[in-house]
C-alpha cells in the first residue's frame, strides 16, 4: 500500500474543518489590520532561501527540499513563506513605487527535520508581511494581531521579545560577540563555529547546554542597542503594557532565520510539549535590499497552524449545525428531490439523498452530516406539492407548501 511520506500528514473531515477555522479566525483579525490576501508559490529558486534564510540557519544548511527540476533549475519547496513575499514585492516593482503594503497569506511549507509531535515535514502557516513601513507602531500592531487571534481561539501563549539592533548595533555588537567566541572557540560546539562565521548572533540560540552555559557569560545585543533601536524597544514596551499584553523580554531569542533586526518575538504555549513555539516574527530592514530590491522596511510573523490544531483538538469545539438534508422515502421521487436540490443550491449548502429509505433512517443520516434543515418526500407531500421540514437544532416540524420553502429557509 502506498502511505503519506514520512512528517506528512492527510487533512480529513474534522481537521480540516479545523484547519479552516483557524485561519478564518487568523484572516478575520489580519483583515481588520487592513491586510489582504497575497499567495506565492510553493517552489522558488534555491538561491532565494540560501540567501534570505541565510546559510547559518538549520532551515537551510539541513532541511531544504531542494532539488533539480527537468530544465536543470536548482529549485526548492518553499521552507517559510516570508522569502517568496519579498520576491513577489520586488518582482513587481513595489519597492520602487513606494507605499506600505500589508498582506496576509497561508499554506504548505516543508522542511526536511525529523519528525515528531510538532514538527512535520510539510506543515502550515498563516502569516502575515508588511513593507514600507518603518514605525515601531506595525510591530506593535502585529504582536496585538497575534494577541487577538489567539484571544478568539482561546489560547493562552507567553510572549516573548527581544531586540536584535538596527544595523549600525549590529555591526558593533557582532565585533564584540565575535571576540568572547573567539576566546572560548575550544569550548563551543562545531555547529556554532560554523554560525560564528556566518552569522555569529545564532551562536546564542544553540541547544547545546555546554555552549549555553558558556553563552550565559555572553555580550547581550539588548545591552549594545544604538540609541534609535532602544527607543524603538521601549516604545514596544511601552505599547504593549498600555494593551495589557503580557511579556517576557528574553535577549537570548535571535530567532532560527537571519533575516532580522530590531524587533524580534516568539509565542510560546505551554499546552504541546517541546515543540511550544506557536508564533513567531519580527522585523528584517536589510532583507528587501538584500535580495536585489530598493532598500524597503518589512516586518511580519508566521503562525504554525498545526501547532494550533493539536492544542484546539484536545478541546471540545463545539460543532454548530449547517445546511439542509433533502430526501425521498419511495424511489419514484428521486428524482424531484434531485431537482429541487440542485436548484436550491444557488442559495443553500445542501446534502441530497441519492437513495429512498425509510424515515427514521433518513434522520439518523441527517444528524450524523451535521445537518441543520431535514426536508423530505413522501407520497402524500408530493401529491399536495408539499414537503416535509425539520429544524434538527429545535426539533420543531411541519409540512409546509413548496412554494414557502425558500422563505422558510431565509427565516431560519
Ligand atoms: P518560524 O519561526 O520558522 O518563522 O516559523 C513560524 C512558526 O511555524 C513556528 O512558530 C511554528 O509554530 C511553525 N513551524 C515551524 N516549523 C515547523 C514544523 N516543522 N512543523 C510544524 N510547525 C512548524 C518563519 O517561518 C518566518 N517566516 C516568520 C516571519 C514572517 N517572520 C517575519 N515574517
Redesign the pocket.
Known amino acids: 500500500m502506498i502511505t503519506a511520506l514520512r512528517g506528512m500528514k492527510d487533512m480529513l473531515q474534522d481537521r480540516s474543518k479545523l484547519y479552516e477555522y483557524i485561519v478564518k479566525t487568523c484572516e478575520d483579525v489580519a483583515k481588520n489590520y487592513g491586510y489582504t490576501q497575497i499567495k506565492t508559490p510553493h517552489l522558488e529558486e534555491t538561491a532565494l532561501f540560501k540567501r534570505s534564510v541565510g546559510e547559518s540557519s538549520d532551515?537551510v544548511g539541513k532541511e531544504m527540499y531542494q532539488f533539480t527540476d527537468k530544465g536543470n533549475n536548482d529549485v526548492c519547496l518553499r521552507p517559510?513563506?516570508?522569502a517568496g513575499v519579498v520576491r513577489a514585492y520586488i518582482e513587481a516593482k513595489l519597492d520602487r513605487a513606494g507605499g506600505v503594503y500589508r498582506w496576509f497569506y497561508h499554506g504548505s511549507?516543508f522542511?526536511y527535520?525529523r519528525p515528531q509531535k510538532?514538527?512535520?515535514?510539510e506543515?502550515h502557516?498563516f502569516?502575515?508581511?508588511c513593507f514600507g513601513e518603518a514605525s515601531v507602531y506595525e510591530d506593535a500592531s502585529i504582536i496585538l494581531m497575534i494577541s487577538e487571534i489567539l484571544k478568539r481561539l482561546d489560547i493562552k501563549a507567553t510572549l516573548k521579545i527581544n531586540s536584535l539592533g538596527d544595523v549600525s548595533s549590529m555591526a558593533s555588537y557582532k565585533e564584540k560577540l565575535v571576540k568572547f567566541l573567539d576566546a572560548n572557540e575550544s569550548e563551543i560546539c562545531d555547529d556554532c563555529l560554523r554560525r560564528k562565521e556566518l552569522n555569529p548572533i545564532r551562536t546564542l540560540d544553540c541547544k547545546n547546554e555546554k555552549c549555553q552555559e558558556i553563552y550565559q557569560n555572553a555580550p547581550l545585543m539588548i545591552e549594545n542597542l544604538s540609541k534609535e533601536a532602544a527607543d524603538d524597544f521601549d516604545k514596544l514596551k511601552k505599547i504593549l503594557d498600555e494593551n495589557n499584553i503580557g511579556y517576557e523580554v528574553d535577549p537570548k531569542l535571535v530567532?532560527?532565520?537571519d533575516y532580522?533586526c530590531k524587533t524580534a518575538f516568539?509565542f510560546i504555549s505551554n499546552e504541546i510539549g517541546s515543540?511550544s513555539?506557536?508564533?513567531?516574527?519580527?522585523r528584517?530592514d536589510r532583507l528587501v535590499e538584500y535580495l536585489g530590491g530598493k532598500a524597503s522596511y518589512g516586518?511580519?510573523?508566521?503562525?504554525?497552524i498545526?501547532?494550533i490544531m493539536e492544542i484546539l483538538s484536545s478541546r471540545d469545539i463545539k460543532n454548530e449545525r449547517n445546511g439542509v438534508y433533502i430526501c425521498a422515502l419511495d424511489e419514484q421521487n428521486l428524482d424531484f428531490v434531485y431537482s429541487l436540490g440542485t436548484k436550491m443550491r444557488d442559495k443553500f449548502k445542501v446534502e441530497i439523498s441519492y437513495e429512498a429509505k425509510k424515515l427514521q433512517k433518513h434522520l439518523q443520516i441527517a444528524d450524523n452530516k451535521g445537518a441543520k434543515i431535514f426536508l423530505c418526500i413522501g407520497e402524500n407531500e408530493r401529491a399536495n406539492s408539499q414537503i416535509w421540514y425539520k429544524n434538527l437544532d429545535n426539533k420543531t416540524e411541519k409540512t409546509i407548501n413548496l412554494n414557502e420553502l425558500e422563505k422558510e429557509l431565509d427565516n431560519e
Open positions: 532551515i517559510e513563506g516570508t511549507m522542511r527535520e510538532g514538527r512535520l515535514r506543515f502557516q502569516g502575515v508581511e530567532r532560527g532565520l532580522y516568539e515543540q513555539a506557536v508564533a513567531g516574527g519580527g528584517y516586518v511580519g510573523f508566521a503562525m504554525g498545526e501547532r
